[in-house]
T-cell receptor
Framework: DTEVTQTPKHLVMGMTNKKSLKCEQH?????MYWYKQKAKKPPELMFV???????INESVPSRFSPECPNSSLLNLHLHALQPEDSALYLC???????????FGPGTRLLVL | KNEVEQSPQNLTAQEGEFITINCSYS?????LHWLQQHPGGGIVSLFM???GKKKHGRLIATINIQEKHSSLHITASHPRDSAVYIC??????????????????FGKGTKLSVIP
């Protein structure tokens, strides 16, 4: 199984809502990533978890809260988002650092 | 910090043509990634290569570590190859330390359109 799954595929939320994005992999990878991608731009790294511990936070606003409950699962909790947070949110995983990253299909988020 | 330049930014080809996309980077690395993204879709990792050449189907990737340059070739292009192709390299120079090994710098992508 060489797949990273993400749910939901699409999400529309208001600025006062609380929602969560979910990412799952069963490849035994110990590094998991959240990226944000705006239209026609390359992905921007948000967070990296290594062995279920947060190892990189790229100065992401606190309205985004990551969580890694176990080695297969990665969540991104969203609260009080702004319209400019509308983007494609991509999850990825890799065996370790500097290895091939396997990307999920993404969650397309629209904040109204 | 590694700088990545991709060319061309946009490429239109007729079905069946041989396609080349180029990527240059500024600092020494151990491996380079080629990624594919279809419109509105997620990203697929095509290759990770550290030397020489790799082939997968009609896709061939080459890298010259000394010249800090890589190319992605598509033989006998097909409309389903239409996508954005992205080159990515580690953000920090090799050898990596700690968190630096996880961070990639992405090129701006090459948008390929293959016309039937």
């Amino acid at each position: 199984d060489t797949e990273v799954t993400q749910t939901p595929k699409h999400l529309v939320m208001g600025m006062t809502n609380k929602k969560s994005l979910k990412c799952e992999q069963h490849m035994g990878h110990r590094a998991m990533y959240w990226y944000k991608q705006k239209a026609k731009k390359p992905p921007e790294l948000m967070f990296v978890y290594s062995y279920e511990k947060l190892s990189i936070n790229e100065s992401v606003p606190s309205r985004f809260s990551p969580e890694c409950p176990n080695s297969s699962l990665l969540n991104l909790h969203l609260h009080a988002l702004q319209p400019e947070d509308s983007a494609l949110y991509l999850c990825a995983s890799s065996l370790l650092g500097h290895e091939t990253q396997y990307f999920g299909p993404g969650t397309r988020l629209l904040v109204l | 910090k590694n700088e990545v330049e991709q060319s061309p930014q946009n490429l239109t080809a007729q079905e069946g043509e041989f396609i080349t996309i180029n990527c240059s980077y500024s600092v020494g690395i151990s491996a380079l990634h080629w990624l594919q993204q279809h419109p509105g879709g997620g990203i697929v990792s095509l290759f990770m290569l550290s030397s020489g050449k790799k082939k997968h189907g009609r896709l061939i990737a080459t890298i010259n570590i000394q010249e800090k340059h890589s190319s992605l070739h598509i033989t006998a292009s097909h409309p389903r190859d239409s996508a954005v192709y992205i080159c990515a390299v580690p953000k920090s120079p090799f050898p990596y330390s700690g968190a630096g090994s996880y961070q990639l710098t992405f090129g701006k992508g090459t948008k390929l359109s293959v016309i039937p």
